[in-house]
């Protein structure tokens, strides 16, 4: 294995010859903020786009460029990154390539490692307008659509080659995404969790927010909060680790999908999250964890442009709505019988008090609340602290953790609630 590997799922990245070979840079660093172990392979004739040397720095790993070790920077046993990776990305993905992994052509690095590869494949097109409509190009996007290959884009946009069609390469980000989708339905890696834990929560279906939501103002703006995502990630990890059926519902975050998920279902914004929270409650669930930092309010308006600074003058006034409250509007009217609920409130005074009374309002079975300025607590990933309610009151208080740590414990504690895992 190779050295400074963890146990995040593992992505070969595969660019082949295209100008959009430059946003592949940014893929893998986007990829490698979003927690994945990147690794980086390429035709000759993506080479001729993009230096090797560039990937290399961005990875931290040799870059497998040649079927024969020619011209490497370090020696390398290039199907040994077949082996390695979990999911390989090929973006941009030309015709060529295309046609070479429908039809298990193996004649450079890249088709090669392809051949060789057994794990998840994504893929971004990205040719000329005319190449992508191409019967023989449809063709063998069917057959690795067939095959399992999860296909993103290409989008509609300016070309290289100077008209705007479709044949773009999708945005980074759009990549970044499908794969975090992939990733949320490999299995469960050994390493990560040694042994699964006996506990309540096994076979139990869970569903668990997490992340804060994106309000968009317009289609480059939007409204959020300090949500990075990691406690609700952390419950879904743990409540993994303990055997759950866990579908975990996230609005925005940098954070790699836990291994071992029953679904993962992202989402940007509040009214999205609703909706999600109201179908994965329909297919059947026995707990409901908020963890969600939901926006209470969105934007009254969307503009479907940039709004322009040179239209808006000295200053300007954003008119604001009531998002859906999930818990207390949504989760009534879609909680199957027996759902337990557990809501999360975030407070910086008098915490306890009023966590209670939202507990109470919002007819929730438990709530955790925490202080995020307190010390030995925060946002992202950091030690934090929290307390554990019922509707008689404090039922546990935390010692300042790592979020891990304490979604694993609080899981521990529900279960141990009389009644609670029944
Ligand atoms: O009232 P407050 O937002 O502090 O309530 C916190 C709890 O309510 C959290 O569990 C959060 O996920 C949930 N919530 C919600 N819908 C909203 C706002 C918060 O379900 N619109």
């Not at 519902?249 to 989402?267: H, K």
């Not at 979020?403 to 899981?411: E, G």
Request: aromatic share 6%; net charge negative.
């Amino acid at each position: 294995m190779a050295s400074g590997d963890t146990a995040a799922p593992r992505v070969l990245l595969m660019v082949t010859g295209g100008i959009a070979a430059y946003k592949s840079c940014f893929l893998a660093r986007l990829l490698q903020q979003a927690g994945f172990s990147v690794r980086a392979a390429m035709t000759p004739a993506a080479t001729r786009f993009v230096g090797p040397v560039t990937l290399q720095a961005l990875t931290g790993a040799p870059v497998a460029t040649d079927l024969w070790g020619e011209g490497q920077s370090e020696p390398l046993d290039h199907i040994e990154y077949a082996r390695w990776a979990d999911i390989a990305v090929v973006a941009p993905a030309t015709a060529d390539i295309l046609a070479k992994a429908a039809c298990g052509i193996a004649d450079d690095i890249v088709s090669t490692l392809l051949v060789a590869f057994e794990g998840e494949l994504v893929v971004a097109p990205a040719m000329n307008d005319a190449m992508w409509r191409h019967p023989a190009t449809r063709a063998n996007c069917e057959v690795l659509r067939e095959r399992g290959a999860t296909l993103v884009g290409p989008g509609e946009g300016w070309l290289a080659c100077g008209t705007t069609a479709p044949g773009r390469m999708s945005e980074p980000e759009e990549i970044l995404q499908a794969v975090r989708k992939v990733a949320a339905g490999l299995p469960v890696r050994e390493v990560e969790f040694p042994a699964p834990v006996p506990s309540p929560w096994s076979g139990r279906r869970v569903v668990i927010t997490a992340g804060p939501t994106h309000e968009p103002i317009d289609p480059v703006r939007y409204i959020a909060n300090r949500s990075s995502g990691h406690m609700g990630y952390a419950l879904a990890a743990a409540a993994v680790q303990r055997g759950a059926r866990v579908t975990l519902i996230s609005g925005p975050t940098a954070l790699p999908s836990p291994r071992g998920l029953a679904g993962f279902i992202p989402v940007t914004t509040a009214q999205e999250m609703a909706a999600a929270v109201a179908d994965a409650l329909a297919g059947g669930a026995e707990w409901l964890v908020m963890a969600a930092a939901v926006a209470d309010f969105a934007p009254a308006e969307r503009a479907a442009g940039k709004l322009k600074k040179e239209d808006l003058g000295t200053g300007w006034s954003l008119q604001m709505t009531r998002n859906p409250d999930i818990l207390g509007e949504v989760v009534p009217a879609a909680a199957p019988v027996g759902l337990k609920v557990v809501g999360f409130a975030l407070e910086t005074s008098d915490v306890e008090e009023r966590a209670l009374a939202k507990l109470r309002a919002k007819n929730m079975d438990f709530i955790v609340a925490n202080d995020p300025t307190a010390a030995g607590a925060g946002f992202g990933d950091v030690e934090h602290t929290v307390v554990l309610m019922g509707p008689e009151g404090v039922l546990w208080r935390s010692d300042p953790a790592a979020k891990p740590a304490l979604a694993a414990a609080l899981l521990d504690r529900l279960a141990a609630v009389p009644g609670a895992s029944a």
